[in-house]
């Protein structure tokens, strides 16, 4: 038992790193966005950090195809049915297409209205219109970075999208330096030098962005064309698409993007109950969701390496492993989150104030990271019980689930404590930690229960055929 349990961290850990480091840069993006507009003002860093829940939203919608076609490649990795594996990764390939152009338009009409719903204060408005429209031009590469990053990663390999997501946040980075500040003059050891940039601000950072996705889109495509895997997709049967196929990712991908929609929205209007107390508190709301999303990257590594393991068992009609590695990735997931959870607690106002040197902004910042830090081994419980739940197509639970304790838990207890009891900011953090909390403990007893093993089942007789 012990020689199992060990291969198992080994596969594990093989899985969950280059995941874990892709995560990161893919989340990235924004983060550098609004380290890098810090310097420019709290107006600058309200205008970017107003576009991150809405970024949120559009990833969660592109797990509609991503989720999906993730599980199903994984399953057919398992049953080493390359064929039937290169027809679902076929019809996720033109599915994110067409999500990602509607997301698109999506971005141009809401850019307004989501402004004054977020009550952006008059300089914070104009920037954070323009950032949603530009990275929103963008946004048909990013549903199909994340099909192509799920095909990949189901067919075992979590290596390629690490890479690409790291070239492509340099270039991200090397962007904003260009585009955000105006010329200035450089230095590099005794050397001094004129440097050109454009002096766009905000928008410079939200072009950078947008050409960061269109790169990581680009050489994903690239690489499942190029590469000689079990999944290369072939432009020439591109057309030759099936309904049932669609309909199978379909059916496993919309509880997933709906959960994740479910969260988002939430979000949303979490975020508008915190705009109420003021740019200040907006400021170091978004730091704080910053660092904390960085800190649960491993959790969500070991998610991923949930997901294809479980599914490639089940793939391989190995139904006892599947649960093996379901139990042991959670437990796994819980000690390292304990881990993290006391550095994000001793380490929390020097991690903020690696984005801002505003004290009031700091403070609130910190305070909020101290109080996460509680919950987070149950969001890593959270994340790889719902990981695993994927892997054996179960998703409808996660997704009720995330419906109650974010709109019945946090937003309700969040409007009390801040809205009613004057907590402040504080306040909904507490909120937060009440969310986390309950979803993870539900999820870890709904697999250990055993009750996904009826639906795994039931997809196994649908996608086989």
Not at 326 to 343: H, N
């Amino acid at each position: 038992m012990a020689e199992n349990g060990i291969t198992t961290l080994k596969r594990i850990i093989r899985l969950a790193l280059p995941a874990i480091f892709e995560n990161v840069m893919a989340t990235l993006a924004n983060i550098v966005d609004v380290a890098m507009v810090g310097s420019l003002g709290a107006a600058a860093t309200a205008a970017a950090a107003l576009n991150a829940q809405p970024l949120w939203l559009a990833n969660s919608t592109s797990m509609l195809v991503a989720g999906g076609a993730m599980v199903l490649t994984a399953r057919c990795c398992g049953a080493r049915d390359e064929e039937r594996g290169r027809v679902y990764a076929e019809h996720a390939v033109w599915m994110a297409l067409c999500l990602g152009s509607l997301l698109t338009c999506a971005a141009w009409l809401a850019s307004g209205p989501y402004a004054s719903l977020m009550h952006a204060a008059p300089n914070v408005a104009p920037d954070a219109k323009a950032y949603m429209r530009i990275v929103g031009s963008a946004l048909v590469f990013l549903t199909l970075s994340r099909t192509l990053a799920g095909v990949i990663q189901g067919s075992g390999n979590t290596v390629t999208p690490m890479k690409i997501s790291l070239f492509a946040n340099l270039c991200n980075v090397v962007g904003n330096y260009l585009l955000i500040y105006p010329p200035r003059t450089a230095e590099l050891g005794s050397l001094r030098f004129s440097m050109w940039g454009a002096g766009w601000g905000v928008r410079g950072a939200a072009v950078s962005t947008a050409f960061s996705l269109v790169i990581t889109g680009v050489l994903l495509m690239h690489a499942l064309i190029r590469q000689n895997s079990a999944f290369r997709v072939s432009f020439r049967r591109l057309s030759a698409l099936s309904r049932r196929r669609a309909w199978d990712i379909l059916s496993v991908g919309i509880p997933i993007a709906s959960e994740r929609i479910v969260m988002s929205t939430g979000q949303i209007f979490y975020m508008g109950i915190i705009s109420t107390l003021g740019t200040v508190s907006v400021s170091a709301h978004y730091l704080a969701v910053t660092v904390e999303g960085v800190c649960y990257n491993p959790a969500f590594g070991v998610s991923v390496a949930a997901t294809a393991l479980v599914g490639q068992a089940l793939g391989a009609g190995h139904e006892p492993q599947a649960e093996r590695d379901g139990r042991f990735s959670i437990g796994f997931c819980f000690a390292v989150m304990v881990l993290v959870s006391a550095c994000l607690y001793i380490f929390a106002e020097p991690l903020i104030r690696l984005f801002t040197n505003d004290a009031a902004v700091a403070a609130q910042g910190a305070a909020a990271l101290r109080i996460v830090s509680f919950a987070e081994p149950f969001l890593g419980v959270a994340l790889t019980a719902a990981g695993a739940l994927r892997g054996a197509g179960d998703t409808v639970f996660p997704l009720w689930l995330g419906i109650f304790t974010m709109y019945f838990v946090r937003l309700i207890s969040a409007r009390v404590f801040v809205l009613h009891m004057g907590l402040g900011l504080a306040g909904a953090w507490y909120a937060m930690d009440l969310d986390m909390a309950l979803r993870g403990l539900a999820l870890w007893a709904y697999f250990l229960s055993g009750r996904w093993k009826n639906r795994s089942r039931r997809l196994s007789a649908r996608t086989t055929g």
